[in-house]
T-cell receptor, first 111, second 112 residues
Framework: QQKVQQSPESLTVSEGAMASLNCTFS??????FRWYRQHSAKGLEVLVS????GEKEEGRFTAHLNRANLHVSLHIREPQPSDSAVYLC???????????FGKGTSLTVIP | GGIITQTPKFLIGQEGQKLTLKCQQN?????MYWYRQDSGKGLRLIYY???????QKGDLSEGYDASREKKSSFSLTVTSAQKNEMAVFLC???????????FGPGTRLTVL
């Protein structure tokens, strides 16, 4: 079964500083990766989807995928206090219809 | 745009009780999902449905039933609530199995 692990568990950054979140997965044939954001008491909001090695940018959010290293990261440029939330990594193995989720990284952005 | 509505927002039940959670979407999406989110754990898939009247088990289906009577709604039943079942249940929908999933706000279950 696919294992998805996120680090760090929690992260505090100052407003405007780059925030970097990490996600490792166990199945190197996985081909569909997503980063979600979850504000408390709200549903998940997709930030970036990435399907091949390299980089994918969506506004202030950039995902980097390196399948050889079983690693996908999310970088948040110029984070705002409103970006304070839990960030979830989701990975879908090849041939599998659904996603496995990590436990999340809790991000706090200090003004 | 569309919206996913989950009812109730908060559900309190007794151990051993049968409890039903409901989800409605107006995206006209084909596929719907039920996930469970425990504190300190990631989301885990309970059931999903590719189309009306279809049901597929996820990794966490034991102890749950689901029903997709029509395209816009997907319900989840906890067949016998257990104290370790206190969690948030998230419903999602997507146009297809590999398409973007949109999530509802969740139902928080507490078992006394």
């Amino acid at each position: 079964q696919q294992k998805v692990q996120q680090s760090p568990e929690s992260l505090t950054v100052s407003e405007g500083a780059m925030a970097s979140l990490n996600c490792t997965f166990s199945d190197g044939t996985s081909n569909n990766f997503r980063w979600y954001r979850q504000h408390s008491a709200k549903g998940l909001e997709v930030l970036v989807s990435i399907f091949s090695d390299g980089e994918k940018e969506e506004g202030r959010f950039t995902a980097h995928l390196n399948r050889a290293n079983l690693h996908v990261s999310l970088h948040i440029r110029e984070p705002q206090p409103s970006d304070s939330a839990v960030y979830l990594c989701a990975v879908s193995p090849t041939g599998y219809q659904n996603f496995y989720f990590g436990k999340g990284t809790s991000l706090t952005v200090i003004p | 745009g569309g919206i996913i509505t989950q009812t109730p927002k908060f559900l309190i039940g007794q151990e051993g009780q049968k409890l039903t959670l409901k989800c409605q979407q107006n995206f006209n999406h084909d596929t719907m999902y039920w996930y469970r989110q425990d504190s300190g754990k990631g989301l885990r898939l309970i059931y999903y449905s590719i189309t009306e009247n279809d049901l597929q088990k996820g990794d966490l289906s034991e102890g749950y039933d689901a029903s997709r009577e029509k395209k816009s709604s997907f319900s989840l039943t906890v067949t016998s609530a257990q104290k370790n079942e206190m969690a948030v249940f998230l419903c999602a929908s997507s146009m297809g199995q590999y398409a973007e999933q949109f999530f509802g706000p969740g139902t928080r279950l507490t078992v006394l």
